[in-house]
């Protein structure tokens, strides 16, 4: 039996870069754009504008 993630878990599951704002897998170390080492998790909520 395959375990499936729900589309939430694959959209919030990510780190974001600093330098270039690119979409990286959860366990990644750095940038996959352009190799920057500082990533952020992606945010759970929507910031109020």
Do not use: H, W
């Not at 375990?3 to 959209?11: A, C, I, K």
């Not at 974001?16 to 690119?22: E, G, H, K, L, Y």
């Not at 750095?30 to 759970?44: E, F, I, V």
């Amino acid at each position: 039996m395959t375990e499936t993630m729900s589309v939430e878990d694959r959209l919030l599951g990510k780190q974001i870069c600093m330098r270039c704002n690119a979409r990286n897998p959860e366990g990644a170390s750095q940038c996959r754009k352009c190799g920057y080492k500082r990533l952020r998790p992606k945010a759970k909520e929507r910031r109020a504008t």
